[in-house]
């Protein structure tokens, strides 16, 4: 019965508070709505120039090839390579093709003539792909010629149309859980040491677990209904839905859910003021975020960087999600991560409580 009234006054500050329940729905609706087209690591717009030295057929269907390419913007052709340089020097190409004299003819002996594709190495991702992108188109449109070189074939058995937002929108999922449900219960407790009615519970014979519980009960069922929208949304907006049982996206959002509200108890319980618990929770969640794999592998780490995931519970998380909602895995593929999340959640949750003190 106490920890029934001890919900029921969490739950009338966050309807009392204006802002609150407004910031609730407005971060899951922004986020699923503009961050799958903003965070796409799909290079596109390429500005690049080319050089022909040939001026044949078939290096203008080269030519021809990267104009009609979505990933290129045309610059035009140069009369030179230093010329072509120059526009790189002043930012307005990305890439140069110089095509070589005797081109078509090389081709048509069947040797293998060498066309030089130099990167803009300032920005080394769009350069390098950039580059990527028209050894791919070369070797498409030499594919009649007897050369060493062909393009490999790729079989995509999941995510087939290699789309970036089926990649990130889990990991949105994640994000959303982790800001709501560990940023929020430390301000909760912050707030009421600063505005000094947490004394008031401090003298009641109200146990250390029901006062924690009692906090972290209402993120959790915010978590969850946030979850929920964001799964709608994914449907309604992109057309994506989870391939596996969505059970399971609810039982690893919630251990996300213990983690981060007992990391944000935590650090509300060693934290006198609301800016430093704010501080405090933007140093551990930027870094677990950083290091999760959430965007880059994390296997392209650095050997003592890659020790950290195995105690961070959103690469466990990131991992699991990514299995069930793209792949389609069942309990048998995540309970792996579902075990290490358990683990690190179940540790987290007891130090929250024994962290409390209440003095009676």
Known sequence: MTIRYLLQKEFL?????SFMPRIILAFPIMIMCVMPWVMNQ??????????????????????????????????GLKNSYSEALREVERSKVDVIVEIPPGYSRDITLGLQPQIL???????GTKGNIGATYLSRILISGNRDADLALREPEVLNL???????????????????MMMLCGFLPALNIVGEKEAGTIEQINVTPVSKWAFILAKLIPYWLIGMLVLT???ILSW???GITCQGPIALIYLLAVLLALFFSSLGLI????????????MVMWFFVVILMLLSGLFTPTRSMP????????????HYFIDAIRTVFIRGGGLREIVHQLLALTAIASVMGVWAVLSYKKNN
Not at 267 to 275: L, Q
């Open 158 to 176: 999941y995510n087939k149309g290699q789309s970036y937002k089926v990649f990130m929108i889990p990991a949105l999922m994640g994000i959303l």
């Open 117 to 123: 594709i130099a990167a803009n190495a300032v920005n």
């Open 236 to 238: 309604a907006i992109y």
């Open 13 to 17: 500050q966050i309807r009392r508070n």
């Open 303 to 314: 050997n003592w960087a890659y020790l950290s995931t195995y105690i961070n519970p959103m």
């Open 267 to 278: 650090v509300s319980n060693y934290s006198d003021t609301m800016r430093q618990a704010m």
């Open 229 to 231: 929208v964001c799964l």
């Open 42 to 75: 799909e290079v596109k717009d390429i500005r690049v120039a080319v050089v022909d030295y040939d001026r044949s057929t078939r290096s203008q269907e080269f030519v021809h090839s990267i104009q009609a390419s979505g990933y290129f913007l045309f610059s």
